[in-house]
C-alpha cells in the first residue's frame, strides 16, 4: 500500500525522527553520566533530574498551548516549534561541561521549557495540515518512526559511549537534534504568516495580542 502524505505532515515527522533518534543514543544511560560523570553525582541527583524536566515540561504545555491557540495563523506555532526545537537541541553540548549537580538541574530545567515551546507548536501545526481520512495513520506513523527510531539509536548509544565515552556522543546527538531543526525549514513557505506574503516573525504579535 503506497502512503502519500502531505509536505507539512512529512517534514514535522522526519524532524521528530531525527531529533529523538540522536536523545535516544544518550537517554538509557544518561543516569550512568550523571552517577560516574558529576561530582556528587548519585541516584537521587538522577531522579531530581528527571523531575526537573517533566515537571517544567509539562506545566508549560497548557500556558503555551493557550498563548498559540489566542492568536490565529501559524506564525506563532512554527516560531514556538523551531525556536523550542533549537533550544532543546543546544543541551548536549552544555552537558559536556557539566561537573555539579546544579549544573545538569539548570540543563534540564532549560530543556523542558525548549521542548514544551517545540512540541505546543508541533502538534498546532500537525493537527491544522494532517490529511484528512489518514489521521489514525499519520499519528502512528510518527510514533512509530519515533519508537523505532530510538530503540534502534538506544543500542548505538550503548555502544558508543563504550568504544568513545560520553563527550563525543554528546556532540553526535546535538548535531541530530539541529539537523531536526534545519529540517523544519522545509516547511517555511507552507506556513501561513512565516516568511511568504511579505510577513515575519514578530515577537509581540505572538505575546501580545492587539
Same mark, same amino acid.
Given at each position: 500500500?503506497?502512503?502519500? /502524505?502531505?509536505? !507539512?505532515?512529512?517534514?514535522?515527522? +522526519?524532524? =521528530?525522527?531525527?531529533?529523538?533518534?540522536?536523545?535516544?543514543?544518550?537517554?538509557?544511560? &544518561?543516569?550512568?553520566? /550523571? !552517577?560516574?560523570?558529576?561530582?556528587?553525582?548519585?541516584?537521587?541527583?538522577?531522579?531530581? @533530574?528527571?523531575?526537573?524536566?517533566?515537571?517544567?515540561?509539562?506545566?508549560?504545555?497548557? #500556558?503555551?498551548? %493557550? *498563548?498559540? =491557540?489566542?492568536?490565529?495563523?501559524?506564525? =506563532?506555532d512554527y516560531f514556538f516549534l523551531v525556536v523550542g526545537l533549537f533550544i532543546a537541541s543546544l543541551i548536549p553540548f552544555?552537558?559536556?561541561?557539566?561537573?555539579? #549537580?546544579?549544573?545538569?538541574?539548570?540543563?534540564?530545567?532549560?530543556?523542558?521549557?525548549? +521542548? @514544551? %515551546?517545540?512540541?505546543?507548536?508541533?502538534?498546532?501545526?500537525?493537527?491544522?495540515? $494532517? =490529511?484528512?481520512?489518514?489521521?489514525?495513520?499519520?499519528?502512528?506513523?510518527?510514533?512509530?518512526?519515533?519508537?523505532?527510531?530510538?530503540?534502534?539509536?538506544? @543500542? $548505538?548509544?550503548?555502544? @558508543?559511549?563504550?568504544? &568513545?565515552?560520553?563527550? #563525543?556522543?554528546? *556532540?553526535?546527538?546535538?548535531i541530530l537534534g539541529l539537523l531536526g531543526v534545519i529540517l523544519l525549514l522545509g516547511i517555511r513557505n507552507n506556513i501561513?504568516?512565516?516568511?511568504?506574503?511579505?510577513?515575519?516573525?514578530?515577537?509581540?504579535?505572538?505575546?501580545?495580542?492587539?
Open positions: 500500500m503506497k502512503l502519500k /502524505i502531505n509536505n !507539512v505532515v512529512k517534514y514535522l515527522v +522526519l524532524s =521528530d525522527l531525527i531529533f529523538f533518534s540522536g536523545w535516544g543514543l544518550i537517554t538509557p544511560i &544518561f543516569a550512568i553520566f /550523571i !552517577v560516574n560523570n558529576i561530582q556528587g553525582g548519585s541516584v537521587f541527583v538522577v531522579g531530581i @533530574a528527571s523531575a526537573i524536566y517533566w515537571i517544567i515540561k509539562s506545566l508549560l504545555r497548557v #500556558p503555551f498551548g %493557550m *498563548i498559540l =491557540d489566542g492568536h490565529k495563523g501559524e506564525k =506563532d552544555g552537558y559536556i561541561f557539566c561537573k555539579f #549537580p546544579w549544573h545538569v538541574y539548570i540543563l534540564q530545567a532549560i530543556y523542558g521549557v525548549g +521542548l @514544551a %515551546m517545540s512540541l505546543s507548536g508541533w502538534c498546532a501545526i500537525f493537527t491544522r495540515h $494532517i =490529511d484528512k481520512g489518514k489521521e489514525a495513520t499519520e499519528w502512528g506513523l510518527d510514533a512509530t518512526s519515533i519508537g523505532l527510531g530510538t530503540g534502534i539509536s538506544a @543500542a $548505538i548509544g550503548g555502544w @558508543a559511549v563504550t568504544k &568513545f565515552g560520553f563527550n #563525543p556522543v554528546f *556532540i553526535v546527538v546535538g501561513k504568516g512565516v516568511f511568504n506574503n511579505g510577513h515575519v516573525l514578530n515577537l509581540k504579535e505572538i505575546f501580545h495580542k492587539k
